[in-house]
């Protein structure tokens, strides 16, 4: 049987256009709600868990920060009252602790000058504790706390500036080379003896190697010298020069400490 033809049974508007196809469309379009959702759901975890582990990263390193500058003032305290030197004849022990970080030995030299060129020097060493931007320095008699161009004088050495005199100790490690790494407590034990030597009259100058020259040019300068930084070995570690203005009988003190570590 030949049905009729009815007005739009062709799937056409009347106005010619196809019929859409409402119910497909709205299921493609809950489909693609659907997987958006899940896709923002997932990114926004993505994001989470970033934001999370730096967080963490953030929040680990401030707490290890934040030790080791606890450490850096014990240390400070510690090598101030182990190696003693001005303070200390005879037999002395002590004991550095810190939770991380390096102990050891450094190379450093002391240099004493007049106008005609250099008139002793003393290979003094020094003690370096470390610990990620932290440190602290045991060199001639100084104690001094913070990384090089942020490090302040915690513990000065011993010198004495008066008029037409000058005095001058330095306290010389000793022979004995060591490290220790990681945290505990490492005894330190000395065997203080000191010399003393008149030099006579001159325009003096004293030359301190150090990796931390700011607070030991403060130190000099507020004694009255003009100072200067100079490598005198080509080593990388500049020396600050002292120079103190006008003729003076300069008296030099060597503190011998003949330290010992782990005894």
């Known amino acids: 049987m030949i049905r009729p033809f009815l007005r739009g049974d062709d ?6 256009r196809p019929r859409g196809r409402r119910g497909r469309r709205d299921d493609d379009g809950a489909d693609r709600r659907a997987q958006s959702h899940v896709v923002g759901v997932a990114i926004l975890l993505g994001v989470t868990a970033v934001s999370m582990a730096a967080l963490t990263a953030t929040v680990g390193t401030v707490v290890e920060s934040n030790a080791a500058g606890v450490d850096a003032g014990r240390v400070s305290a510690d090598l101030d009252a182990a ?21 050891h ?33 045991f060199v001639a008699g100084a104690v001094v706390r913070g990384p090089p ?5 915690d513990a000065p050495p011993a010198l004495s500036v ?17 490290a220790y790494a990681g945290g ?3 005894p330190l034990s000395t065997r203080v003896s000191h010399d003393r030597d008149a030099l006579g009259e001159g325009d003096w100058r004293i030359a301190v190697e150090t990796e931390t020259p ?10 009255g010298a003009v100072t200067s930084a100079r490598d005198f070995d080509g080593d990388g570690v500049d020396s600050v020069v002292a120079a103190f203005p006008g003729t003076r009988e300069l008296h030099l003190v060597e503190h011998r400490l003949r330290l010992e570590a782990g005894r």
Request: a positive charge; zero cysteines; aromatic letters at 6%.
């Open 184 to 186: 505990g407590r490492v």
């Open 11 to 16: 799937g056409r508007r009347e106005d010619g």
């Open 105 to 137: 030995t450094v190379e450093r030299t002391v240099r004493v000058l007049n106008a005609s060129g250099e008139v002793r020097r003393l290979h003094v060493g020094g003690v370096v504790w470390r610990s990620h931007d932290h440190r602290v320095a």
């Open 83 to 103: 190696l003693a030197p001005a303070a200390v004849t005879g037999h002395h022990r002590g004991t550095v602790s810190f939770t991380d970080g390096r102990l």
């Open 162 to 178: 008066a008029a037409g005199t000058l005095a001058v100790g330095v306290a010389v490690v000793g022979d004995e080379r060591f």
């Open 149 to 153: 161009g942020n490090a302040v004088m």
């Open 214 to 223: 700011r607070p030991w040019r403060a130190f000099f300068e507020s004694r």
